[in-house]
């Protein structure tokens, strides 16, 4: 539409609902109706439409992910199986756990069919699995954008490109103080008269950006990182207001300096980051 000429403007969803809550009556007709009126009021917010390879990179990082917790999924329902008989598998390792679950079923002839059908969908998985792993870690080592990222602490392969993916174009940013606000990591604010009331975060916008920030703000504060000052400011932060809350402050912060590297084409500096939090 937009290469034959025509003005195409995608709208948040979330403010649409809303606006149109006060309609008493919803129909196909009214619904138009109300877009329409929004549209000519200019009451909405533009949302960014991805590029294809954006796309590429989310539906590959999504499947991945699918397949990781279908494996899971399979290994905890056979442990549940067995365990209904009185067989724990215990703590294994992912190479050892279908020995172990031979070990165990040895002897049995049905419950060695049902492990053999789950243990054979979970070889598949796994197989797949592993061939979009490396799929992931060529386009990883391959996108410049990426390798600049995972230059800061806690930021991998995984996190960088589903970060990467999730922007798009940084420059739809005015400043990188929005993307905290962006991915639903900045709390909420209720102001009326006498009342003002900071809550939580109300945890709008991509999950799994959001997500995946928090676990890199986790490796930040619970494993050893050297040189980064940005580690210390986050522990200050949960002597004070607690461990959850210093690591969803600091996955907030994550993603703002993220946004200024790749903006600045910069590689990450503790000392910068920690002034910058």
């Not at 606000?181 to 209720?190: E, Q, S, V, W």
């Not at 009342?195 to 703000?217: C, F, N, Q």
């Amino acid at each position: 539409m937009r290469k034959a000429g025509l003005p195409v403007e995608l709208i948040e969803t979330r403010h649409v609902r809303n606006a149109l809550r006060a309609m008493p009556v919803k129909t196909d007709r009214n619904d138009a109706r109300g877009i329409a009126q929004l549209m000519r009021l200019g009451w909405f917010r533009p949302v960014h439409c991805k590029s294809l390879p954006a796309q590429e990179v989310r539906a590959l990082l999504t499947t991945r992910k699918l397949l990781q917790s279908k494996q899971h999924d399979i290994e905890m329902s056979l442990r549940g199986v067995l365990r209904g008989f009185g067989l724990k598998v215990g703590e294994t390792t992912p190479r050892s756990f279908a020995g172990r679950v031979r070990e165990l079923v040895a002897g049995h002839p049905t419950l060695l069919a049902i492990a053999e059908a789950l243990l054979a969908a979970r070889d598949v998985l796994a197989r797949e699995l592993s061939s979009l792993e490396k799929r992931v870690r060529a386009i990883a080592r391959s996108d410049q954008r990426v390798r600049l990222l995972m230059s800061a602490p806690g930021v991998g392969a995984i996190v960088a490109l589903t970060y990467v993916s999730a922007i798009d174009d940084p420059a739809r940013f005015q400043s990188s103080r929005m993307v905290g606000a962006h991915f639903g990591l900045t709390p909420r604010k209720y102001q009326s008269g006498e009342t003002d009331v900071t809550g939580r975060i109300p945890k709008i916008g991509d999950g799994t950006v959001r997500t995946m920030l928090y676990e890199a703000a986790n490796v930040i504060l619970t494993r050893p990182v050297k040189g980064s000052t940005l580690k210390s400011w986050g522990l200050k932060l949960a002597k004070r207001a607690g461990m959850k809350k210093a690591k969803v402050a600091l996955a907030r912060k994550l993603a703002v300096v993220l946004h200024r590297m790749w903006v600045d084409g910069s590689r990450f500096i503790a000392g910068e980051a920690a002034r910058a939090a």
